[in-house]
C-alpha cells in the first residue's frame, strides 16, 4: 500500500541537540498527525494539527502543517535519551468518506549521552 | 479511561491454523480501526468500524481475514489458514466520531506464523 515518505529515515544525534523531520506525500491530506513507536508497542499519539499553514507545539515538540496540504514537520528541541524511538506521520487523504490513516515509513532517533 | 486494550499480545502459530485477536477501544468511541504494521514498516490500514457497520475495507483483507463488531464495543479480527506472510504486529486504534481526527492506538498484537 501507499506510504509517505519521511526523511531522514535514521538520525544519531547526542543528548540536548535538536532534531528536525519531514514528511511528504503526492497528493493532499486534510489532517496531519505525528505518532511515537517504542519496540513492542504501538504508536503513541504526539501532535494532531488540522488546517493547512498551521504550527501546533506539545512540551519539547513542534509540528507544522505545510501550506500546500502536502507535507508536515516536526522538531524536538533539547532532545533527551527517552527520545530515543520512532517517528511516524499519517495523513488523512482529502476526501469525503476517507477515515483511514496513511503512515510515513518512519524516522528512527537514536540519541547517544 | 484505561485506553485501547489488545489481546493476546503474542500469539505464535503454525501455519494453516485459524487465530483469533480482540480489540477493546476507548469507551464511547464509536469508531474503531484495524492496521497491519511489518518489521521496519509503518502501520497498514485492514479496516475500519463504524459502531457496529464495517464501512470500508483495503485490498489488504484477503478472503482469509475477517473483522466483526457485533455489538459496536469490542471487535475481533480472525484470520483462517494462516501463512507465513501473515507474520505482523496487527494494531487496533479507536476515535471519536467528527472532523477531530485523532486515533488512539493500542499496544497490538504480534503474530508469528512458523
Known amino acids: 500500500g501507499q506510504q509517505l515518505n519521511q526523511s531522514p529515515q535514521s538520525m544519531f544525534i547526542q543528548e540536548g541537540e535538536d532534531v528536525s523531520m519531514n514528511c511528504t506525500s503526492s497528493?493532499?491530506?486534510?489532517?496531519w498527525l505525528w505518532y511515537k513507536q517504542e519496540p513492542g508497542e504501538g504508536p503513541v499519539l504526539l501532535i494532531a494539527?488540522?488546517?493547512?499553514?498551521e504550527l501546533t507545539s506539545n512540551g519539547r515538540l513542534t509540528a507544522q502543517f505545510g501550506i500546500t496540504r502536502k507535507d508536515s514537520f516536526l522538531n524536538i528541541s533539547a532532545s533527551i535519551p527517552s527520545d530515543v524511538g520512532i517517528y511516524f506521520c499519517?495523513?488523512?487523504?482529502?476526501?469525503?468518506?476517507?477515515?483511514?490513516?496513511?503512515f510515513g515509513t518512519g524516522t528512527r532517533l537514536q540519541v547517544t549521552l | 479511561d484505561t485506553g485501547v486494550s489488545q489481546d493476546p499480545r503474542h500469539k505464535i502459530t503454525k501455519r494453516g491454523q485459524n487465530v483469533t485477536f480482540r480489540c477493546d477501544p476507548i469507551?464511547?468511541?464509536?469508531?474503531l480501526y484495524w492496521y497491519r504494521q511489518t518489521l521496519g514498516q509503518g502501520p497498514e490500514f485492514l479496516t475500519y468500524?463504524?459502531?457496529?457497520?464495517?464501512?470500508?475495507k483495503s485490498r489488504l483483507l484477503s478472503d482469509r481475514f475477517s473483522a466483526e463488531r457485533p455489538k459496536g464495543s469490542f471487535s475481533t479480527l480472525e484470520i483462517q489458514r494462516t501463512e507465513q506472510g501473515d507474520s505482523a504486529m496487527y494494531l487496533c486504534?479507536?476515535?471519536?466520531?467528527?472532523?477531530?481526527?485523532?486515533?488512539?492506538f493500542g499496544p497490538g498484537t504480534r503474530l508469528t506464523v512458523t
Open positions: 468500524f463504524q459502531n457496529e457497520a464495517q464501512l470500508e
Open positions: 497528493s493532499i491530506f486534510n489532517t
Open positions: 494539527l488540522y488546517k493547512a499553514g
Open positions: 469507551s464511547e468511541h464509536n469508531r
Open positions: 486504534a479507536s476515535s471519536w466520531p467528527g472532523p477531530q481526527y485523532e486515533q488512539y
Open positions: 499519517a495523513g488523512q487523504p482529502y476526501t469525503g468518506t476517507a477515515s483511514k490513516l496513511t
